[in-house]
């Protein structure tokens, strides 16, 4: 089993901080679709929809999860 070297396990740890920050703009689109929701405003809720923005989270979500998939496998291969 080869060991990753500093400088590798930093460059993971970067990737992994890329994947936080896209959590994090998806959570805030999240709140905003249910504070929308909440607050009874359908126009909104149903532009949000409309405009793919499900969709959108849902793509971003996959590619989060391949990238820590990613990660995961250069850091601890199978």
Known sequence: MKHLTNDELLKQA???TE???QIKVLHRLAENL??????????A???QIQSGLLGDMGDN??????AIQEISNAICPD
């Open 19 to 21: 994947c936080v920050q």
């Open 61 to 66: 979500l996959q590619i989060i999860g391949e």
């Open 14 to 16: 970067e990737k992994l």
């Open 45 to 47: 809720v149903n532009h």
């Open 34 to 43: 249910e504070y929308s929701r909440v607050s009874e405003d359908q126009f």
